[in-house]
């Protein structure tokens, strides 16, 4: 069975650009959340996606986006990037709403110049 | 709010050695489940063991094991036998049972280094 499969693995961007991050979850896994991870910070939810809508939400500004399509699969946005945005970005998946325990993705590593 | 704190930035233990990593984490629910999150330099996060609040038996999964205190607010990992594999971080983490509060909140981490 295929783990969460997470794209592109590495990013490069300049400020006040854009960025769209995808999350595949594992079959059948129809919950999806992501995590942003910093050396600073440490790990940080972001929000939580459960047929096709937004469960639950960290404390990001709304420059953070995303949306779930009918296959499960994933998808964050972030615009206007900032120099603080660097980070690593997981995404996890489990089979349902809160539900646990949640499987983890290599992540997307995103560099900000 | 929950928060969850590993007071261990580092460690280090010789192989097959055993070693404790410590947790504590603060919260008023009564239902909550906790897990052990290994992150080695590949970076991909590995559920190491979990454990559910309402069972007083500690959760074991082969070589890894958990000393949990609910009263204490407190769940350790014990790591037996230690590997040159075991290398990496390893982050404690809770969660309130139920889809309201579905995000996993978790403690810094503890960068634990196994040496031969």
């Known amino acids: 069975k295929a783990g969460v499969t997470q794209t592109p693995r590495y990013l490069i961007k300049t400020r006040g650009q854009q960025v769209t991050l995808s999350c595949s979850p594992i079959s059948g896994h129809r919950s999806v959340s992501w995590y942003q991870q910093t050396p600073g910070q440490g790990l940080q939810f972001l929000f939580e996606y459960f047929s096709e809508t937004q469960r639950n939400k960290g404390n990001f500004p709304g420059r953070f986006s995303g949306r779930q399509f009918s296959n499960s699969r994933s998808e964050m946005n972030v615009s206007t990037l900032e120099l603080g945005d660097s980070a690593l970005y997981l995404c996890?998946?489990?089979?349902?709403?809160?539900?646990?325990?949640?499987?983890f993705g290599d992540g997307t590593r995103l560099s900000i110049l | 709010a929950q928060t969850v704190t590993q007071s261990q930035p580092e460690m280090s233990v010789q192989e097959a050695e055993t070693v404790t990593l410590s947790c504590t984490y603060d919260t008023s629910e009564s239902n909550y489940y906790l897990f052990w999150y290994k992150q080695p330099p590949s970076r991909q996060m590995i559920l190491v063991i979990r454990q559910e609040a309402y069972k007083q038996q500690n959760a074991t999964e082969n070589r890894f094991s958990v000393n949990f205190q609910k009263a204490a607010k407190s769940f350790s990992l014990k790591i037996s036998d230690s590997q040159l594999g075991d290398t990496a971080m390893y982050f404690c983490?809770?969660?309130?049972?139920?889809?309201?509060?579905?995000?996993?909140?978790f403690g810094k981490g503890t960068k634990l280094s196994v040496k031969p």
């Open positions: 983490a809770f969660i309130s049972e139920g889809g309201s509060q579905g995000n996993l909140i």
């Open positions: 996890a998946s489990s089979l349902a709403w809160g539900g646990q325990p949640q499987h």
